[in-house]
T-cell receptor
Framework: ELKVEQNPLFLSMQEGKNYTIYCNYS?????LYWYRQDPGKSLESLFV?????AVKQEGRLMASLDTKARLSTLHITAAVHDLSATYFC???????????FGTGTRLKVLA | NAGVTQTPKFRILKIGQSMTLQCTQD?????MYWYRQDPGMGLKLIYY???????DKGEVPNGYNVSRSTTEDFPLRLELAAPSQTSVYFC????????????FGPGTRLLVL
């Protein structure tokens, strides 16, 4: 059974600082997705990582995937308040397009 | 394109009542999904469908039923509502092939009392 774990669960950081969110998963998968959820809102897609070594960047966020280590990271550079949200990773279970979500990381960026 | 739409936005049910949550997508996606999100938690997959007439269970299917008679619609049926089904329900859709990112609806907030 595929399990997806994120850490940390909560992250409070100062504006301008860097930090990394980790997503570990338990079985082989070549597809990993990152989503953002604002409070009381739905989820929106941030990154799609489809192969080992994939790296995607958008603004202050950069995501990477290491399928051998079963690990994805979401790196935040010089955080700003607008990045405050909950971030989820999701893994495709054995290439079935059946997705299992991580527990989420609630990020709060303090001015 | 409206994307993924869900109705209703909010509903209060009494224990034992039944209801159907509606989900429609206009992107011609083959794959559709239902998730529930409990407060402060991640998403749990309830059911998903890979095409009209084909559905399968997810992580937490008990107490729910689905049907997929058309590509566009994927309703979720709650039978005999229980307080444990209080949650926010999200419908999502995707192409079913790479890249595979999901598009989510706005959600339905359900309160069972």
């Amino acid at each position: 059974e595929l399990k997806v774990e994120q850490n940390p669960l909560f992250l409070s950081m100062q504006e301008g600082k860097n930090y990394t969110i980790y997503c570990n998963y338990s079985t082989t998968s070549d597809r990993l997705y990152w989503y953002r959820q604002d409070p009381g809102k739905s989820l929106e897609s941030l990154f799609v990582l489809l192969s080992n070594g994939a790296v995607k960047q958008e603004g202050r966020l950069m995501a990477s995937l290491d399928t051998k280590a079963r690990l994805s990271t979401l790196h935040i550079t010089a955080a700003v308040h607008d990045l405050s949200a909950t971030y989820f990773c999701a893994v495709d279970s054995s290439g079935t397009y059946k997705y299992i979500f991580g527990t989420g990381t609630r990020l709060k960026v303090l001015a | 394109n409206a994307g993924v739409t869900q109705t209703p936005k909010f509903r209060i049910l009494k224990i034992g009542q039944s209801m159907t949550l509606q989900c429609t997508q206009d992107m011609n996606h083959n794959y559709m999904y239902w998730y529930r999100q409990d407060p402060g938690m991640g998403l749990k997959l309830i059911y998903y469908s890979v095409g009209a007439g084909i559905t399968d269970k997810g992580e937490v299917p008990n107490g729910y039923n689905v049907s997929r008679s058309t590509t566009e619609d994927f309703p979720l049926r709650l039978e005999l509502a229980a307080p444990s089904q209080t949650s926010v329900y999200f419908c999502a859709s995707s192409w079913g092939g790479p890249p595979g990112a999901q598009y989510f609806g706005p959600g339905t907030r359900l309160l069972v009392l």
